[in-house]
């Protein structure tokens, strides 16, 4: 095995580095922090904010924190929380006016935003990134905002060394290994000897910062220690998702009854959408003050599932919990292709554990496969066996 991407290795004390230097050059770090009884991603001030010893248990509608036997930083997968909260955040105002004796003036339109780091970035939500970039910035209609933070956000990626029962990135082909859309990718290796990282740069910022700071060169044992931790990830997918002619799938069965059982068990929530890191739906509202001197224009987050989303000439199209649901998940798996070139899903499974009621995107594409909706099979996906 030969090192040709530069890799180098960091010992706990030089990751510990990289982020003072970050910091340092102006960046707000963000990442995994524990919050609530979830890792959540928020503000970090250094390498104690990590959730050291931790990671989670998932499963459908099921998320519990648990201790690890290491002192591991990055031993868990994806919690409730994805990047796109820093990037297309959940509400923002996007124009002031104010009342002149004319009219009205339009204030400057100031969105300055933080110099982001995103430390510990999944393979998944990598991908989940670069969806939203080809929604929000790939076409005529720019989202400026996202375009700021997202030009200005450096990024270092974690590999996964274990998978979560409800991950299925293998499947979407987005992970477990990063592979691009980094500045530095990290593998933490931990076992009884050994504590420290493999990190790669991608991007000539990355590689500045890299040897900015100390380090050591990868050696073929590195490297390999590196692999198998990925190779580990694999192994422990918890979920699969058939994606053979999966456009057609969704096209051909509009109809399907199956669509009447999911409406039984969903309860509208509208969870799913807003835990997806691509989920992309927002709304417009106009407020203004109590003096009428001053109106604000707000961006916010909504859902395929919420009636007021589908409320066009005096009508919801949408009114039903089937048309919704059916709605989303064709968006997700099928339409999103013709409109975007990829898939909407990226395997990360929030939306199977933060789900209320545990509906599983995967074993409802399996139903739909099978023409099916016999319970016992759905367990068969639950517990992997697809
Ligand atoms: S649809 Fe579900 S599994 Fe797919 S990207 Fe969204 S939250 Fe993740
Ligand atoms: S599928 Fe689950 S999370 Fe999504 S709207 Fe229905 S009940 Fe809520």
Redesign the pocket.
Known sequence: MSNDRNTVCLEISDFSKLLALLKSQGHLLVGPTKANNAIVYEEIENIESLPIGWTEEQEAGTYALRKREDKALFGYNVGPHSWKKFLFPPSEPILKLTKTKDGFKVLDDDYTTPKYAFIGVRSCDLHAIQIQDRVFTGDTHKNPRYQSRRENAFIVAINCGQAANTCFCSSMKTGPKVEAGFDIALTEIINDKDHYFTAEAGSERGNEILKSIPHRHATDTDLTKADECTARASSEMGRKLDTTDIKNLFYENYDNPIWED?AK?????????LACPTCFCSKIEDTTDLTGEHAERWLSWDSC?SADFSYIHDTTIRSS?KS??RQ?ITHKLASWIDQFDTSGCVGCGR?IT????G?DITAEVKKLRHNDGNDDDVKGVSNGQN
């Open positions: 999911v068990r969903c309860l509208s929530c509208a969870n799913c959408t599932f919990t919704r649901y989303w939306c933060w789900c209320p009621v509906i």
